[in-house]
């Protein structure tokens, strides 16, 4: 099945920085690659997601991009600011045998966002 | 408002005990899915089930079961053959089968429910 390895496990930057998110996946067939925000005690948000026959894309102040050749996609958040601060998880949607139809998560991203 | 509601949000059992884990929704979504989240680890598939009188073991089965006996609701529950069932447990649902041209669409979360075993 699918394998999803994410790094770095706690990210810790200044407020107006960039910070940057990688995952990488196993599955070269997987086709769908969401990223999520979780606030403490809440459940995950989807703040944006790429499909494999697209190489990046952007809403606002947050990017991701897919490189397929290397199975790896990042999330990329630009001007960051302290209401980014939270823990961030990616995902990877398998393609065939027992991974279709299920998402597979990376261990989480604690981002911090000092002001 | 459409969404996903968990209820309860915090949950206390005595070890032996089975409880059982809530999970409605009302996006019409055929698919719906259970994970459990321990600190410092990503969501780990427990059931998921892709239409209503049927749904699939996930990678953490073991001492989990479910039911989907209408659309809008999955519930779980923790039996007392689960060795370590404190957790924060979350209920997910998508669309079934996939519209987008995938193999699966947005899976959108509930709230959560946090399970502590005394």
């Known amino acids: 099945g699918e394998n999803v390895e994410q790094h770095p496990s706690t990210l810790s930057v200044q407020e107006g920085d960039s910070a940057v998110i990688k995952c990488t996946y196993s599955d070269s067939a997987s086709n769908y690659f969401p990223w999520y925000k979780q606030e403490l005690g809440k459940g995950p948000q989807l703040i944006i997601d790429i499909r494999s026959n697209v190489g990046e894309k952007k809403d606002q102040r947050i990017a991701v991009t897919l490189n397929k050749t290397a199975k790896h996609f990042s999330l990329h958040i630009t001007e960051t600011q302290p209401e980014d601060s939270a823990v961030y998880f990616c995902?990877?949607?398998?393609?065939?045998?027992?991974?279709?139809?299920?998402?597979?998560f990376g261990q989480g991203t604690i981002l911090t966002v000092h002001p | 408002d459409g969404g996903i509601t968990q209820s309860p949000k915090y949950l206390f059992r005595k070890e032996g005990q089975n409880v059982t884990l809530s999970c409605e929704q009302n996006?019409?979504?055929?698919?719906m899915y259970w994970y459990r989240q321990d600190p410092g680890q990503g969501l780990r598939l427990i059931y998921y089930s892709q239409i209503v009188n049927d749904f699939q073991k996930g990678d953490i089965a073991e001492g989990y079961s479910v039911s989907r006996e209408k659309k809008e609701s999955f519930p779980l529950t923790v039996t007392s053959a689960q060795k370590n069932p404190t957790a924060f447990y979350l209920c997910?649902?998508?669309?079934?089968?996939?519209?987008?041209?995938?193999?699966?669409?947005?899976?959108?979360f509930g709230p959560g429910t946090r399970l502590t075993v005394l």
């Open positions: 996006l019409n979504h055929d698919a």
């Open positions: 997910a649902s998508s669309t079934w089968p996939p519209r987008s041209g995938g193999s699966t669409d947005t899976q959108y």
């Open positions: 995902g990877g949607a398998g393609a065939g045998g027992t991974s279709y139809g299920k998402l597979t």
